[in-house]
C-alpha cells in the first residue's frame, strides 16, 4: 500500500479528509406528499395483485415527458430528445415516451430490437464496440436511425458493409472532451475531429452529418457549457466543406433529478473509514446525520446554461440542430416499488416481501430515498429497517420510513424508483416481479 513518496501521498489524503465538506441538510417531504395523493388508487392496486411489483405511473411519466419538452424547447433551439432507453426499456414506458414525440437512444442490439418492437419512429445509436450483427441492424433500420460512430474502426467496418450491401445512412461521431479523461473509453478525442471527417471521406455510403458527447450525473452545468464550448472551438477548425456536413450536436444525457434522493454519511469517504474502523471493533458506528440530501439543480437550469452557451459559441455563426438523450430525469417518475411487510423481526426491524434483486444492486444500503408506508402513513419520519426477502444480508431497502408505526401485511412504497432500476432487475434468488399499471 506505501507508495515510494508515501509522505506527500500521506499530505493529500489529509488535506482530503479535511476538506470542507457542502452537506445539504434536509427532508424530501415533496415526494411524501406527491405519492400520498395516489394512495388510494395505490392500495387499490395493492388489494388486486400480489406484492411486491412495479408499480407503473403513466401520469408520472407523461408529466417528466411534458416537462422536459417544455423546458428544454423554451431555451434550446431546434431540438430533438431520444429517451436514453437503458435507463428503463419496460414496453410501457417506450410506448408511453413514443406516444409523447420523443425519439429514442439505444445502446445495443437488444434495445434496437425493443425500440422497433414498441413503434420507435426515429432513433440514435450510440455505445461502445459495437457487434457486426448490432451494425447489420442498424443498415437495416437506417431510414429511423442514425449511428453515433464510436471510433475509426466501426468507421471502417459500416462503411465496408454499407459498399458491399450497396447501401448508405447518416452518422454521427461520439467525441470526448479533453476534460474527460475518465470518459475515453467513449468515441475519439474531440482535438481527431477533423482527422475523423477526412478518414470518413473514404466511405461517402456514410453521411458524416454530427457531433455526439455524453456525460454522467452532471449536478452542475459546467459539463455541458465545456461541451459546447469544445466542440465549437474543433468545429471552427474544420474545412468550409466538413463544417458544411454537419447538421446536429448532440449533448446527451446526464441530467439529474432535482430533490429526490439522498446518501448516507458513510459514502463520504471519512465516514466511510469511522464505519469499518467502528465495526472492525465489533461497534455500530453512529453518526450526528441521519443522510444528506443529493445536489443536484431544477431542470429550468440545465436548459438555460446549455441554450445560453448554444447562442453564445455556435448559433451566431452555424445553424445546427440539437439532439439530447435524457434518461434518468423522464424515466425516474415512471416507476414505484410496492412491496409488503412480511416479518417483523425485532422493533425497529422488518423484512419485507421481496429482494433487492428488484433493484439489481446495493444502491439503497448508499442513497437515500423516502420511504413510505401506504397503510399506516405519517408526517413523520420514524428509523425502520426493512430487508428484502433474499438469503443474502447484503439485500436492504432502507433505514428509514414515513410512518405511523410497521404491522405485518403493510403496503410499503418506495416511489420514483423508475430509472437503472428495472433495468438492472435479476433473477437473484427470485423473478423479477411483475409491472402493474394504476392510474
Ligand atoms: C450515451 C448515453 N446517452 C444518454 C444516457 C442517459 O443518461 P442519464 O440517464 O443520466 O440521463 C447514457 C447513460 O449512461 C448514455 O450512456
Known sequence: MLTKNYQHSKKLVDKYLSRPLKLRRGRLFGVVTDILKKRSAILKVSHKYPTPFYLFDRRGLQTSIKEFKTVFGQHIPRLNIFYAVKSNPHPYVLKEVIKGGLGLDVSSGRELQLAIKNGVKKMIFT????????????????????????????????????????????????????????????????????????????????????????????????????????????????????????????????????????????????????????????????????????????????????????????????????????????????????????????????????????????????????????TRPSKKEIAYRFYGSLCTPYDLFGYYCYARGIKEGDIIIIPNQGAYTYTLAQNFIKDIPATYIFS
Open 127 to 374: 455505445g461502445p464496440g459495437k457487434t457486426d450483427a448490432e451494425l447489420a441492424l442498424a443498415i437495416k433500420h437506417r431510414q429511423k436511425l442514425i449511428i453515433n460512430l464510436d471510433s475509426f474502426t466501426e468507421l471502417r467496418r459500416l462503411g465496408q458493409m454499407l459498399r458491399r450491401q450497396k447501401k448508405t445512412m447518416r452518422a454521427g461521431v461520439r467525441v470526448y472532451l479533453s476534460s474527460q479523461s475518465n470518459w475515453n473509453k467513449f468515441g475519439i478525442a474531440v482535438s481527431d475531429l477533423s482527422k475523423f471527417f477526412s478518414a470518413a471521406k473514404k466511405y461517402p455510403e456514410i453521411k458524416l452529418e454530427g457531433i455526439q458527447c455524453h456525460m454522467s450525473w452532471n449536478k452542475t452545468v459546467t459539463a455541458y457549457e465545456n461541451l459546447i464550448k469544445e466542440i465549437a472551438t474543433q468545429v471552427k477548425t474544420l474545412s468550409a466543406e466538413d463544417r458544411a456536413q454537419i447538421k446536429f450536436i448532440d449533448f446527451g444525457g446526464g441530467f439529474e433529478t432535482y430533490n429526490q434522493e439522498g446518501y448516507f454519511p458513510w459514502t463520504l469517504t471519512s465516514g466511510e473509514i469511522i464505519k469499518e474502523a467502528t465495526e472492525h471493533f465489533g461497534q455500530t458506528a453512529q453518526f450526528k446525520d441521519k443522510y444528506y440530501l443529493s445536489e443536484s439543480i431544477p431542470l429550468k437550469d440545465y436548459a438555460v446554461a446549455i441554450g445560453r452557451a448554444i447562442f453564445k459559441y455556435l448559433d451566431p455563426w452555424i445553424k445546427l440542430n440539437y439532439y439530447c438523450e435524457p434518461g434518468r430525469i423522464i424515466s425516474n417518475p415512471a416507476m414505484h416499488l410496492v412491496l409488503k411487510v412480511m416479518d417483523i423481526k425485532r422493533p425497529g426491524m422488518a423484512i419485507l416481501d421481496g429482494g433487492t434483486n428488484m433493484i439489481g444492486y446495493e444502491l439503497f444500503e448508499y442513497f437515500y430515498y423516502p420511504t413510505v408506508n401506504l
